[in-house]
């Protein structure tokens, strides 16, 4: 049928020991899986197999993100509509990524490639799935995060890639901020009803911005916030904040890799189709201010260009 | 192309009414108390929507010397969709209603019909959109002053109702118009269907758009609108307490069943009402799996924090 | 005994700044303890924010970087966040550094 939702993301990290301590116990999230270079990561009030895979690498950045379809028959007709419209595509074996059934790979024009497939291994939620335990164990003194929400990636064109998720996979665009020309300088795209999945911004192609994980309640952000600090993490300017685009409360902060992490609670909603609402757009001059960051209106340069 | 996002899509608006002749008592309640925003009306009909909907209205109140549910709305892609919709609903055995654009005001055609041993669904897949009430250019999303110090809730939730055959609801809300189900209660002996919670969206306060719970066929038993989180809803609390509004014993409280933090409080016609926050990532996806409860743990499930023996009758339904 | 070398900041103005730093300690943090605040960001050797200009000397990394950042590098720069000196070093910063506020108090009752 379609395109159901962002399901995870795999990253090349420098060191996988230390990367897996980071996700373990800072992100806080299970361990689902290991190979000799990869780990398999699940957050606590997600199902599937994993949202997040670690690769051993001499590099940091996005290797390759995940979405699922609902049909089995969505993968033949995504590879022929990508290599039609002019992408490269791979067929991926069922098993080849562990946890997960066939898949097709694609790679857009931004560069990043997405994996397509139906079936994942259901591993369940960490409380259970039958009468589940009340509350969840602390991990890191803070409650678990609920799942892997979105990221932000670069490219040169963001308009381009945007265009083909929207022509062939019915991404809905929820906001855009563009340049005093009209041009699109970041473009964010969903399948569901969250403000975006992925989003497309200006810079390399092929780069990292960021990967966000949902927490329940602002007051674990703050709590995160002050962990972070206390244990030396790198994090962003500001610390914790609020973003004027969509009006969520965040802190970022990097993994030893030096991939930016994004904490973040906000219940925004979108209609999950195109053509639903009108677009909601942003200048540059109030994405800098109040967009970027709200309490404070000002971004630090580092903010746009610091990209894995 | 068949990658299109098809089927229902949205929960679009519960439509009540109330024995409250010109509506008055409605209009003080859900404007000044609960932070609706009022969109359209009439003397004896009223439409609001929540302050981060960009819709006509999400909810819609009309007076009433019978007072009742009247249908629960859900928006579908495109005409063409309602109509392979339509066939297969009337093809299950259930009669459809097949009205004009505008027989409800801002929405387009639509197909009305009773779910099995449930309440009235209408499935239309046009309404009007009024934009967002921040505006679309570099919006501040922020609670509009002239609803500050109310809930002033950011979306519509979901809607429970009652059905007397829960399972005979669920299997055509999954099997006809391709819901899929987050979490359900069953008996503990026969591992019958007692309740469920019911989806086609993947949104961060989710889990349900429309929810089964056991009663006579079709009643509402509550409607419940999403918060950004507890701490919110804490201090929404204080101002409905404040307003005079009834709330549930209960009072603030975990509700492991849809994994929310939930805060339960009634309209001055005994309409319950919930703000929510919490709720799971689900996908619209045939793989995904439901939480599964046996009616012996549901107490703990529906209220964490109350005494499981407190006389709460959390199952009657309100209207 | 862990072998210490001079290392030389040099700012695009001319002002410079010197610590003495062991070769098992990165550069930044090196300086950090002397009260200096080196310009930086992800401080794990991934998104070259940190990237001076070596003028003299060698190095080398304490932790892993990223080898698609390191090829983007201009010859002869180093990451100041998992660098280590292996000789006396100096180098030109990206953006100056800022200095950390220890008597920040005290300076304002001194300066009246």
């Not at chain 2, 609803?147 to 099997?175: C, E, K």
Request: proline share 4%; with cysteine; glycine share 8%.
């Amino acid at each position: 049928m379609a395109v159901t939702r962002l399901n995870y993301v795999s990253l090349y990290v420098t060191d996988l020991d230390l990367a897996k301590k980071h996700y373990e116990e800072i992100v806080g999230l299970r361990v689902t899986d290991v190979t000799k270079n990869q780990i398999y990561f699940q957050s606590s009030d997600s199902q599937d197999h994993h949202c997040v895979i670690l690769n051993s690498s001499d590099r940091s950045g996005v290797e390759h993100i995940g979405f699922k379809v609902s049909d089995p028959s969505d993968l033949e007709e995504i590879k022929w509509e990508s290599e039609k419209y002019g992408l490269e595509t791979v067929t991926v074996d069922s098993g080849e990524i562990l946890g997960i059934g066939e898949g097709v790979k694609v790679t857009l024009p931004s560069g990043h490639c997405l994996n397509f497939f139906y079936h994942t291994d259901v591993i369940g939620y960490a409380n259970g799935m039958f009468n589940p335990k009340s509350i969840a164990d602390e991990v890191m003194g803070v409650n678990p995060l609920s799942h892997l929400d979105h990221l932000l990636v670069t490219c040169e064109d963001p308009a381009k890639t945007i265009k083909f998720l929207q022509e062939v996979l019915d991404f809905n665009v929820s906001e855009m901020a563009s340049a005093p020309d009209g041009s699109m300088i970041a473009g964010f795209a969903t399948v569901g009803n969250t403000m975006h999945n992925i989003a497309f911004a200006g810079g390399p192609n092929g780069g990292l911005h960021h990967i966000a994980f949902y927490v329940y309640d602002r007051a674990d952000v703050i709590r995160r916030t002050d962990l972070l600090k206390s244990k030396n993490i790198p994090t962003m300017e500001f610390g914790l904040t609020r973003h004027g685009v969509a009006g969520v409360t965040t802190v970022y902060f990097f993994d030893p890799a030096g991939n930016r992490n994004e904490f973040q609670c906000g219940a925004y909603e979108t209609p999950g189709v195109p053509d639903r609402v009108e677009l909601v757009t942003w200048d540059v001059a109030n994405l800098m201010g109040k967009g970027g960051f709200y309490y404070e209106a000002a971004v630090e340069p580092k903010f746009f260009i610091t990209v894995s | 192309m068949s990658l299109k996002h098809l089927g229902i899509n949205r929960l679009a608006y519960v439509r009540y009414s109330l024995d409250d002749p010109k509506l008055e008592k409605t209009r003080v309640f859900y404007k000044e108390k609960l932070g609706l925003m009022e969109t359209s009306s009439s003397q004896t009909s009223i439409q609001m929507r929540c302050w981060h909907e960009p819709y006509a209205f999400t909810t819609m109140i009309e007076a009433s010397k019978s007072p009742g549910l009247t249908e629960i709305g859900f928006q579908v892609r495109d005409s063409r969709d309602l109509e392979n919709l339509k066939e297969k609903i009337e093809a299950s055995g259930i009669d459809v209603l097949s009205e004009l654009d505008g027989v409800i005001k801002g929405v387009g055609e639509s197909i009305a019909f009773n779910i099995p041993h449930g309440p009235r669904l209408r499935l239309f897949s046009a309404m009007n959109q009024l934009g967002y009430s921040t505006g679309h250019t570099s919006p501040d999303w922020v609670t509009p002053k002239s609803i500050r110090g109310t809930p002033a809730p950011m979306f519509l939730n979901h809607v429970a109702v009652t059905s007397d055959n829960p399972q005979a609801s669920v299997d055509f809300l999954t099997n006809i118009l391709g819901f899929y189900i987050s979490e359900k209660i069953v008996t503990d002996d026969s591992g019958k269907l007692m309740s469920a919670l019911l989806f086609r969206m993947s949104k961060n306060v989710g889990g349900q758009e429309i929810s089964i719970f056991p009663g006579p066929a079709g009643k509402l038993h509550h409607i419940a609108y999403t918060k950004d989180d507890a701490s919110d809803i804490l201090l929404d609390g204080q101002y409905l307490r404040n307003d005079g509004v009834n709330i549930e014993i209960m009072g603030p409280t975990r509700q492991l069943y849809g994994n929310t933090f939930s805060l339960h409080f009634r309209d001055d016609f005994g309409v319950r009402l919930e703000l929510c926050s919490g709720g799971r990532m689900t996908d619209p996806h045939p793989e995904f799996k439901p939480v599964v409860w046996t009616e012996s743990q549901a107490t703990r499930a529906l209220s964490f924090y109350d005494d499981e023996n407190m006389d709460t009758n959390f199952l009657a339904y309100s209207l | 005994m862990i072998p210490t070398f001079q290392v030389t900041i040099r700012a695009e103005d001319g002002q410079e700044i010197s610590c003495k730093v062991a070769s098992s300690e990165t550069i930044m943090s090196a300086f950090d303890k002397h009260g200096y605040v080196l310009q930086a960001s992800c401080k794990s050797g991934g998104c070259g924010v940190c990237v001076a200009k070596v003028l003299s000397g060698n190095f080398e990394y304490l932790l892993p970087m990223s080898a698609n950042k390191l090829k983007d590098v201009v010859k002869g720069g180093v990451f100041l966040c998992r660098a280590a000196p292996q000789s006396n070093l100096t180098v030109q910063a990206p953006k100056k550094w800022s200095v950390k506020k220890i008597s920040m108090f005290s300076d304002v009752l001194r300066d009246i």
